[in-house]
DNA sequence: AATGCGGGGAT
DNA sequence: ATCCCAGCATT
């Protein structure tokens, strides 16, 4: 029997298994969910809010990442009403580290919607559920079938992993249009009387026994129906094109102290990487400004030491954004770097001090004491920023 | 279809 | 270092 292209992109899986194999299949998967299911906060109940919650905080992010922040969120907002109605800080705050932050944005958008035109509830419906802001096909699938018992896919990385190994699938993960080629498959094969297990199943399959790197067939409840365990090609499953270099950033980042005990911190722009969060002022250097920066760091000791006029270029590089009289410390406090999925920033930490009249805020700056720098959602790198000047005696 | 958008775990 | 992770919005 010959097989056309087309067949061996969707594979007809009733035809190459038969109804029989295909029940055996799904009663085996269930069983093994129901033995070894992990204990997730989000699998107490199926309260659509709950399961919302958790899913978009696991888009990207890895479980034992999302738990603390799981707990702490549904403290803080225990409804889609309180929400709704949160602050904005309050919300950055909450999403602090986790990344993506235009995800919990999206999320109070939703919110929103729902106070306004479904009475504070999660509809029942994958047409409706895909409305709203922040749900994509994913998690439109994985609310629907978790919290409604409804037969929709959620295809994410996990499923195409394991199902490209299941079927020897070499569809393109990476690229956008292969996601019907699995929704077309896991249609065939999902239990319509418990999609929500089936679902589950898969991501703690795909977590726990079908890994990327090391995938652990001989505990795996699927090998028997496994096409690329037979033939041992576990390792060429996902097919994954891409891969593209992080570029890199140089910043010189302005810590100002004024005769108070103040520092100045700047919140970012409104839209964009790390939009709305707080830092020290950040200014982008070239590569070679920067590179001689931390050559005059390194090669000299760290004291604190207070200059004026004469000075090397480090103090030039902070002098192009004075804007009132500054005391420069001569050589950078330390550096800082952080790696982002599109770009790795180098910071290189300027300490300054000056008169507090002396000095004139932007619109998006304030003064604020080290002791309350944890009531402001503050990214990643200005967080190593802040210990780094703990460390060294500066805060 | 490509790109922007965080941060951490595992190897 | 590199890959991957319960992806989505925007262009």
Known sequence: ???????????????????????????????????????????????????????????????????????????????????????????????????????????????????ADYDGKMPNTIEEISELKGIGPYTAGAISSIAFGLPEPAIDGNVMRVFSRLFELDADIAKPSSRKVFDHVVRQVMPHQDPSSFNQAIMDLGATVCMPKTPTCESCPLSAYCQSYEKGTMLNFPVKSKKVKSKPVYYVAHVIKNNSGEYVLEQRPETGLLANLWTFPLVEVTKEAYDKLNVEATKESRQLELIAEDSPSYISVLKEQETCPTVWQTKPVGEVTHIFSHLKWHISIGYGQVERADYSLTDRQKWVPADQFSEYPFPKPQQKMVELLSGTGYL
């Open 1 to 115: 029997m010959k097989t056309s292209k087309v067949e061996s992109l969707f594979p007809d899986v009733t035809a190459l298994w038969g109804e029989d194999k295909i029940t055996a299949f799904q009663m085996e998967f269930l069983e093994w969910y129901e033995r070894t299911r992990r204990d997730l906060p989000w699998r107490e109940n199926s309260d659509p809010y709950r399961v919302w919650v958790s899913e978009i905080m696991l888009q990207q992010t890895q479980v034992v990442t999302v738990i603390p922040y799981f707990y702490r969120f549904m403290e803080w907002f225990p409804t889609i009403a309180d929400l709704a109605e949160a602050e904005e800080e309050k919300l950055l705050k909450a999403w602090e580290g986790l990344g993506y932050y235009s995800r919990v944005r999206n999320m109070q958008k939703a919110a929103q919607q729902l106070v």
